[in-house]
């Protein structure tokens, strides 16, 4: 996936700086994104909504919990 897609102006910014920064806490999973391409995102209400073949595998927020939606092996980044 190419994350320049992604729009990252309407991202909370607790969660940008949590996946941008090198030591942000999802920045493994902003890595992942980039380089699988079975996986999308998309920001939807300043959270992102991460997708695999088009199917909803995890939500990220700024201050929130992240919600996993169905077991996927990029749960492992977030625990």
Known sequence: MNT???DTANMCS???HKLMDADGLYHHVWQTLQDDPELTAVVRSRQLH???NGKKV???KGKAEPQ???DDPIDKLIK
């Open 50 to 52: 991460i997708y695999r």
């Open 14 to 16: 607790h969660l940008r």
């Open 68 to 70: 996993i939606v169905r």
């Open 58 to 60: 995890l939500v990220l």
């Open 4 to 6: 320049s897609d992604i």
